[in-house]
Every structure is written in structure tokens, then in C-alpha cells.
């Protein structure tokens, strides 16, 4: 049996761009039918130039490329309402819900000594990075439990296994998404629902530097943009970056029915940096 999705369906947050996009794009070639979320404006209401609309529309239009039937909508997962209403919108329209991709997240604030985090910024990052886990999982988790099926796959970060300096918030949040997946891998498992974590280490951006995750973390430690890469590469056991595809190949495994025998799982897709 090879990693097949055919005939699933997945319901994937923050599927504008980059692990997002490539794990959506990845899941569609395998067969699967798509609900792809994000947010359409930024953390202060304002229209968000790059997790748009736009944006996600292209993600969709990539999986339409496969012959997947591919629907989109505007989720902060901060929201459970907007959640709900999504999973709600999906689960009537392919009569399903196979996989779940937690993979929205962001990086911010970095740069910043634990004590120097302000509490709405630590709120923040625990509402987007850990919360907006939970709050997907609340929603579709219970109809993959009554399905008695399901993957879910938590996309952690190798800071959910190790420290970072200057990243207390970040660190916690992806650490408490590890303890997350093994809790709920858990309660689901005489369902036969599968919760697996997933910890990518630094990923190579999507083309535009302005608002990707890895630039924008060198940029609050004050790396310029022609050298963030490299400073992360140096840190590489393999010399190079994490593919977003290399991420996306784990994530169909994982969603498959190949990886029926894991649960509770914590899966690095790191070149080797937490091996050292
Ligand atoms: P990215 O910034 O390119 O993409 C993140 C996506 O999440 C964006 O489309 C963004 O709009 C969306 N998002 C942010 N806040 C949201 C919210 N409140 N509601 C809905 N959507 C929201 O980052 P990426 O590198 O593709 O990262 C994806 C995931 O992988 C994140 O969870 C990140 O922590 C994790 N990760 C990334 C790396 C890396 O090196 N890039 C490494 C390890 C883990």
C-alpha cells in the first residue's frame, strides 16, 4: 500500500502558504478533497497582505491541478465560531473528515528575553500556536470520534522538543502542541482516531521574504534578509534547509493509512538538528 488519500478528506488551517500550502498541495496529488482555512487579516484586524484571500485561492487552485475538489474559507483560528462553522461547512459537503492539518502558527515575538515578552504578546502566541489546535480539534475531533477515523497531525516545530533562546513564547506554545498531541492521541485511540505531532526544523520560505516565518524570526534577531538562510543552514547537521515538500511527504504518511499503527507520535522532519 502506498500513502494514498483517495476518497479522504482533510481540513487544513493556515493552508495560504508555506508548510500549509506544500502539505495541501501534497495531500491533493495523493487524492484527497480539501477544506483549506487561514486568516484574512492581521493579528490587529488590518487586511493581511499574505495569508489573503488571494493567497488561499492559489493554494486551492494548486490542488485543483490534481483533480481535487477543493473548498476555501476565511478562519482565525483564535475564533472557535469561525472554526466551527468551517468544519461544520466541510463535513456537510464531503460527508467526512479524514485528516486534520494544524499547521497555522506564527513566530512572534522573538528576539525577546522572557522576561521582556509582554502578556498580550504571550497570549498571542499561546492562542494561535497552541489554542487554535485545541479549538480545530474540538470542533473536528468529535466527528472523527463518532466516524471512528481519523488522522490529526499537529504541525509542532523542533521547538516543541528542544529550547530556543529568545523564543520563550513560541518554545512553550510548541511544546505544550507535543503534550497536546500525545493527550488527545490517548482519548482517541479506541476510536481509531490518530494524533500525531509533527516538528519540522528550519524550513526553506516560500519566495517572498516579507512575512515568512524563517525571515522574519532572523530579521527580529537582526539578520538582514541576504543572509538569513545561511545563518540557519550553519545550524544544519545536512547544510541545507528543511524542504516544505520534504515536511509535506511526512504529513501524507502520517495522514495515510500506511501510518495506521502510529499514534501519539512525535515526528522530525529536521535534517538531523535534534539528533546532535
Ligand atoms: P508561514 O508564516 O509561511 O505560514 C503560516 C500560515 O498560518 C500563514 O498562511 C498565516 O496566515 C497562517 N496563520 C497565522 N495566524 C493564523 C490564525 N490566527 N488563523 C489562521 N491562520 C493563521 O509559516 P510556515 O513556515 O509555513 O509555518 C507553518 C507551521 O509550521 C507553523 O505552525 C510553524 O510554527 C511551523 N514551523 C515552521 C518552521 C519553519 O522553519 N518555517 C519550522 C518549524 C515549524
Known sequence: MSADLAGKTAFVTGAARGIGRACAVEFAAAGAD????DITRNLA???????SQSQLDYTAELCREHGATVLTQAVDVRELAEI???VQVAHERFGR????LNNAGIAAPSGKVAHDITESEWRLMIDVDLSGAWRTIATAGRIMVTQRSGSIINVASTAGLVGYRHFAGYVAAKHGLVGLTKAVALDYAPSGV???ALCPGSVRDSS???GRMLAEIARSLGVGVDEHE???VQAQPTNKLVEPGEVAAAARWLASDDARGVTGAVVTVDGGFTAR
Open 34 to 37: 480539501l477544506m483549506l482555512v
Open 45 to 51: 484586524g488590518v487586511p493581511y497582505p499574505l495569508g
Open 84 to 86: 466551527t462553522a468551517a
Open 97 to 100: 473528515l479524514d485528516v486534520l
Open 194 to 196: 490518530r494524533v500525531n
Open 208 to 210: 517572498e521574504y516579507e
Open 230 to 232: 545561511s545563518v540557519f
